[in-house]
Structure formats: C-alpha cells, structure tokens
C-alpha cells in the first residue's frame, strides 16, 4: 500500500504515514495535530530507471521540500483544493518540467509518472500526467 506523505504546517517536517485522509495525525517531531488534506490527491510513481542510478529524487510542492522518492517508489501526497507547481531534482540536476495542477472538485485526483530524460550535458526529470490505473495501488 501506498503511504500518505504529509508536511506539518506547525514545523514543516515530512514523514510518511499510512493514516488515511480526513483523521487527524500528530507530528512526530513537533507533536503537532493537524488534519490530513482530505479535498485532493496527488500521487507520484517514479518509473524504474536502470542508467540514473537509484539516488532518491527530491520532490518540491510550490517550492516546499516535500522529502524523497525512490527508485519505482511511489508516494500519495494529500492537498486541499488549490494551485500546486510540482518539481523534481536529482542531486545538481534540477531540470524539471515543472507541471502546474489545479486540485479542484471537478479534478481532485492528480497522477504523475516521473521519469528521466537523458541528454547531452544534463539528464531532465519529466513528469507526465498518467492515468489512475496506470498508478500502483
Ligand atoms: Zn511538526
């Protein structure tokens, strides 16, 4: 099962949780007891790459570290309804496709694959929109 990645909004620590959405969850770092987001879902997967080593990758939410994502790991980020930029790095490389998505109630469920375009000089993560299927559960 795929875990719920949540960021404190009293300290900013990441963790991981298999805690579902709308229950409250306390920080483990802060004690903090917030609600987890329960008006939208972003899930990420990131395809299997045997050329790019298995560094973690780093995922950013408008800018906000939002911890690490492994090697065909897969993560369910929960929001509430609004604009989120996702971005993607892997260590100096920072070239990313930067996709915007509206977490409204027409379209509360966002899926990504991520996987890394390889060039010349500098390799680029790309996120592509995927379908809820296509996603592991
Ligand atoms: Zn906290």
Redesign the pocket.
């Known amino acids: 099962m795929v875990n719920n990645r949540l960021i404190?909004?009293?300290?900013?620590?990441v963790f991981d949780t298999a805690v579902m959405p709308p229950n409250q969850i306390q920080?483990?770092?802060?004690?903090?007891t917030?609600p987890i987001p329960s008006q939208g879902l972003l899930k990420l997967y990131r395809m299997g790459n045997f050329m790019g080593s298995a560094a973690p990758a780093s995922i950013y939410i408008n800018e906000q570290p939002c911890g690490f994502l492994a090697n065909q790991g897969s993560i369910n980020i929960p929001l509430n309804y609004g604009t989120y930029k996702i971005h993607m790095a892997m260590g100096m490389n920072r070239r990313c496709n930067d996709p915007v998505i509206q977490v409204t109630p027409d379209k509360p469920l966002h899926c990504y694959k991520m996987h890394i375009k390889m060039g010349a000089f500098s390799n680029t993560q790309v996120l592509e929109e995927a379908l809820p299927k296509d996603m592991p559960m």
């Open positions: 404190c909004p009293a300290c900013k620590n920080c483990p770092k802060c004690r903090a917030f």
